[in-house]
């Protein structure tokens, strides 16, 4: 982080910020298709059984009637299997124009993760020729591992909690001066991760002449919610967010109604990519009620569904993260209305971003058993 | 199946007679996407460990070292998830052609099977307007006759053996005049199989100036085999087969050796398109040596490990009987062997044939728990 403020640093999260980070990553990341599926804007196009609103503030009224036509930004096909190429990658490009690649090469850089930023950073610091140190958690899944060591990078194993994993930063930064390339907290990253919108919109638009109703995407640390945001932010585009409920994990939801950042989550919800607090500077931008129109929030099971559906429907490979987004504009019956009632009968055109595909079909196995 | 003999009817099967079924049946399918995969490349152009080989003929000899580039023919994304509704549109096309709408519409058509080309000609026929009864055991899976009622075909339960299903299709003949469109070993059926590899040329043509060397089919009543053999029988790249060995699901393989067509097939493979034997005419095309090359077998270990790859490489769903083409590729060091010795430095560029997707999270769950 550098010395500005939150607040001042959320001023510069621009579309401009965007477009440029997109010129410099493009030539290392995939441009991912843009799917759609009939069979599942159908299903999305049909109303809710009244029984599937019993327990909801919704039990006895008529199930909303939204016509919805989904537009797949496929992430789970971006190099490592999830949207992470992107902000990692423009940020050590920034690094490297920052700092001069001499000074990169010689220190080092350094992040912790279990999950797909680790790969994300092995990838980029390989291509880029800059070594690389990755704190994992002693009981990461050993396929994240090797996947990590694979790209080269230096694997430093740490215990489970925030406190274990940054002793192990601190202890290896003060050995090497490895320099740190935070997961989603970070201006750089956000930059990075709102390319996908961009992207998003010009392959819309290659097919429509009129602009996309909404964009909805996971929301676990908010950089890819706010890079979103960002690139929309001076557009008619409507952007939202999902989170998984279980166990709190829709901390950015809550934090809304109470107008404050919740600053600790403990959760095993199944879509592991989103168990961590929304980041202050992401905070920042998700806050911000003319960029973020609403966060949502999805049950376990609804979850699974929709998973189900993509899996079997699409024959597409997601991880749970990635389908919060489809979960709401199936489940959530707050949000179909909202559907209904500003999109009549024309509808929505909806871009969801598939965030990441990085699962197993053992775990999948676990899931469905 | 008209009055000419298997031997008359293997004449006309020209890839003329596959060019006019594209064009027929062009508007109704769609056109899938030709897919690549840079990992699976690597993986399959490593060689075998020395362990992988002990068992197998080739154990203490030095692992092949073959090059090779693929490119997947994604007909699990085609329209019911798999290549037969190429097959079905062809063949219902072609009857009305024939016999007139009128007589059609007002005998309908009927078939017998448990999974894909069930909904396939259920699909057919509902877009062409024409009454279908399918003739389904009463074990099929629910999802399965979900799927075939789902497009308004009347679904008709029997038991489960050859002899009990057909029985139910005489039934239904006598009462309705309804006219059989068989699964595989039919003209039509195979003309309109063979358009996979007519696209498959065309979409590897766009990208690259020289043929493909070769192509690898699934091998179960040999429709797909036998359509993509006929539209490559004038052309340079070479044709393969793959089946399944478990008990004795290779009988294309066994068949070719003895010289002499199995006809009763009984095995319980995973890859469960394929139990069925080559039928009469398929197996005219595919023991024609200039035709197909070589048929193979692998083992379902070999089936599931290709089907992981598939799935947590690719992110593409798809089913069991869908990679036994890219596990021989993968597994079978005869094969490899012959890219080696043919292909030498240059390698060879393989389209592989990804029949199908019909799987779900449970059968996935099963297979890998």
Known sequence: MSTATAAEQAQSLTPAAIRAAHELIKPYI????????????????????????????????????????F??????????????????????????????EEEVKKRG??????????????????TLNIPAFIVMPKISTPSKIAGTRSHGAEVVFSGSTSIERE?????????????LIPPYDDFN?????????????AQYTEKSTKSLDAVITPVGGGGLNAGVATYFSDKTTRVFGAEPSFQGGDDCRRGLGEGKRVEKV?????????????????WEVISDKRKVEGVFSVSEEQIKAAMKLVVERMKVVVEPSAVVGLAV???????????QEQG???????????????????????LFS
């Open 266 to 282: 403990s959760t095993l919800t199944i879509a592991d990519g989103l168990r961590t607090p929304v980041g202050v500077l992401n």
């Open 30 to 69: 995939h441009l991912t298709p843009l799917l759609t599926c009939a069979t599942l804007d159908k299903i999305a196009s049909t109303p809710q059984t009244a029984s599937a609103l019993v327990g909801t503030p919704f039990e006895g009224q008529a199930p909303a009637t939204p016509h919805l036509r």
């Open 167 to 179: 002793a192990v930063v601190a202890e290896i930064q003060s050995k090497t001066n490895a320099i």
């Open 189 to 201: 990253i956000i930059c990075g991760q709102g390319t996908t919108a961009l992207e998003l919109e």
């Open 109 to 126: 850089v350094i992040t912790h993760s279990s999950g797909n930023h680790a790969q994300a950073l092995a990838l980029a610091a390989s």
């Open 329 to 339: 504009c199936l489940f959530d019956e707050d949000f179909r209305r909202r559907v």
């Open 344 to 366: 009549g009968e024309e509808g929505w055109d909806v871009g969801i971003v598939f965030s990441g595909g990085n699962t197993t079909v053992e775990a999948i196995g676990k």
């Open 71 to 100: 537009h797949f930004k496929c992430e789970n096909l971006q190099r490592i299997g999830a949207f992470k190429a992107r902000g990692a990658h423009h940020a050590l490009l920034r690094l490297i124009e920052e700092r001069g």
